[in-house]
């Protein structure tokens, strides 16, 4: 108490004198930590010339639980700002602090933060609750809304068959139903690639943490009346992502091949579902669709077995015919300017467009040969896994990391977890990152490096590596993975250059303006639990709408918190999927403690 009495003292009568504006900056994860984890908060410098700050913790009765003066001024790579980091690891006591900042102008800062025993209890369930909001067809209610509940848009009962997509059996025009599945994004289409990708991280996740994830309550219509009843319960997570996989199944064509995507010609304005008009289109089967269905519905029939045994007879039977037709059309791309082209009308919306379908045929026989043991699939994965080896010696970042449109990762993970593989590709892959952290300005594997930033990056650089060390830890034991995953959820929440934490409705400056239709147009606003894409120096956004970045933003701050932003804040199932995976491996651990 003594000392922080003095300490304020001191500090007030100094800043009362300073006449300097520039200051220092806290950036700490915004949720807090567990008592076991390792706390550490990093201080931007206003200038390369600034005097070491000293750092005071105060509990929530003003007594001075830590100080320090940081004494190590690093500089950031990409920006070359000078920052200080404080390892405040030595607090074990559950409770909410402050942190007070006296630089050395005498100006004080703080920043309030938590430790608690589950941190990321909420985060986690609000990120698998995203998906109940995403979900088209169908209104959003309460009580599961919790708060936003919306009307129904997107009946998707009345789709046509576009020319590209026509059959002698379905020709141009032809009305197909196929309702419900995930929104993709800020978007209200809903394509194959990227919802296959989902479910293969969604379905590695629960594998990952089964225990956690079958007693994870989400407060949706399935928890209460599950609709797989005579059958024996299914757990939340599982019932939200057939949701989905209903939806991907009527994809299919009855050839056995996938639509690419279902979609309205060009984007929908601002506006909610319900006044969305335009009319919706399934376009061309390809490889890639089709290979990561076949994957999807694979993993889907081995992972329902204890809940649902007509359901998975179902999903194997589609996924043997979307392979064989993937077999006997090995190389249809999705090459939206040529399908336009030809065919009429015109398509503008995403294109996940894919010319390397190599690791698609690796995942899909992969998860064939993981569900029905069948030599067959094996045989075929002789030749693909060569081809991904063979890139792989010439470019390491091909078979990692996951994102999706190379899936090769997925495949591997879950031999890793079958025991079918070794770890050291994924051990190999991590460490040049793990090792950047004794200079990384955000004590963090990720951000150190021009090439982490780019669209999506939040999750498909730094939600990803954090879900390889959690596999790391997993398969060696090793702290030091668990560690540096715990520290890529810590730069998402917070302690990284811009000072976001890059989920909605979490942390003390969150994302607010994400490029996100359902919450544009809500009455209440954004809603919570979307994780933003992130800091994107390609900026293919700048020239639309009055996206304007600063001149010269350093790559990791190229953000803008700003809803027209879609290549920096757009939100999609395909990153959701990986920040959950990472706060529920981490709330998993913490349970254990
Ligand atoms: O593959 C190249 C790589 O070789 C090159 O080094 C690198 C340099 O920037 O670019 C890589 O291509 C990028 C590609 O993603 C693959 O990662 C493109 O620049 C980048 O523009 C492209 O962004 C994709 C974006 O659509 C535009 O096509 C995102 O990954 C993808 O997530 C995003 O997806 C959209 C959907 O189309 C529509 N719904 C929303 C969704 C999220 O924004
Ligand atoms: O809203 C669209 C978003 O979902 C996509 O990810 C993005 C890239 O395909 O495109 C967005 O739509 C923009 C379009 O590409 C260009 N004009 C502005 C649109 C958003 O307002």
Not at 446 to 463: A, I, K, L, V
Request: aromatic fraction near 12%.
């Amino acid at each position: 108490m003594r000392n922080s009495i003095i300490f304020l003292a001191c500090a007030c009568a100094l800043f009362t004198g300073c006449k300097h504006n520039a200051s220092s900056d806290i950036r700490l994860n915004q949720l807090g930590f567990s008592p076991m984890q390792e706390m550490t908060a990093t201080i931007v410098l206003p200038d390369s010339t600034a005097e070491a700050n000293a750092v005071f913790i105060l509990n929530e009765n003003n007594d001075t639980v830590w100080s320090g003066v940081p004494a190590v001024t690093m500089k950031n790579p990409i920006s070359g700002k000078s920052c200080q980091i404080v390892d405040f690891s030595a607090l074990d006591t559950v409770g909410t602090y402050t942190m007070y900042l006296k630089d050395g102008q005498g100006k004080i800062s703080n920043v309030k933060f938590q430790i608690s025993n589950r941190p990321y209890r909420e985060l986690t369930r609000s990120a698998l609750r995203a998906y109940y909001h995403q979900r088209a067809s169908m209104a959003t209610e309460e009580p599961y809304a919790e708060g936003y509940a919306r009307p129904a848009g997107h009946p998707d009962d009345h789709v046509l068959v576009h020319a590209s997509a026509a059959t002698p059996e379905r020709p141009e025009g032809t009305v197909i139903s196929s309702p419900e599945g995930w929104y993709d994004a800020g978007d209200y289409n809903k394509y194959i690639v990227n919802s296959g990708f989902t479910m293969g991280v969604w379905f590695l996740a629960y594998e990952f943490n089964k225990a956690y994830f079958d007693t994870l309550k989400l407060n949706i219509p399935e928890s209460i009346v599950n609709r797989q009843s005579s059958n024996r319960q299914c757990p939340d997570m599982l019932s939200e992502a057939m949701y989905n996989i209903r939806w991907m199944m009527t994809m299919q064509d009855l050839d056995g091949g996938v639509y690419h995507k279902l979609t309205e010609p060009d984007f929908e304005g601002f506006i909610r579902p319900d006044q969305c008009k335009k009319p919706r289109y399934v376009v061309m089967k390809t490889t890639a669709a089709t290979l990561d269905f076949a994957a999807t519905m694979a993993m889907a029939a081995r992972i329902y077995a204890p809940f649902d045994e007509a359901f998975c007879a179902q999903a194997k039977e589609a996924a043997v015919k979307a392979y064989q037709w993937a077999l006997a059309h090995p190389a249809v791309y999705y090459d939206q300017p040529k399908m336009n082209a030809q065919f009429k009308p015109e398509i503008t919306t995403g294109a996940y467009d894919d010319f390397d379908v190599n690791d698609e045929f690796y995942w899909a026989e992969i998860e064939l040969y993981l569900l029905t043991g069948d030599e067959q699939y094996k045989a075929n994965i002789g030749s693909h896994a060569r081809n991904i080896a063979n890139t792989l010696a010439q470019d390491g970042k091909y078979y990692l990391p996951a994102t999706w449109g190379n899936v090769a990762e997925l495949a591997y993970l879950d031999l890793l977890m079958h025991g079918k593989t070794g770890a050291n590709a994924l051990l190999e892959h991590l460490k040049p990152y793990i090792d950047d952290v004794e200079t990384s300005v955000f004590r963090s594997p990720y951000g150190n490096r021009e090439s982490d930033f780019f669209w999506g990056c939040n999750s498909e650089g730094c939600c990803w590596r954090g879900i390889e060390c959690l596999y790391a830890y997993r398969l060696t034991g090793e702290e030091k993975y668990r560690i540096n995953a715990e520290r890529c959820l810590n730069y998402i929440l917070g302690q990284n250059a811009t000072g976001y934490c890059y989920v909605t409705g979490f942390g003390t400056k969150p994302t607010a303006h994400p490029h996100h239709r359902l919450s544009y147009s809500h009455p209440k606003g954004t809603l919570p639990g979307f994780l933003a894409g992130g800091p994107n120096p390609a900026q293919q956004d700048a020239q639309t709408d009055g996206v304007k970045y600063p001149k010269d933003v350093p790559a990791d701050e190229s953000y803008l918190d700003y809803q027209p932003s879609y290549a920096s804040n757009e939100v999609t199932i395909n990153w959701n999927v990986t920040l959950f995976a990472l706060a529920a491996g981490i709330d998993a651990l913490d349970a254990q403690h």
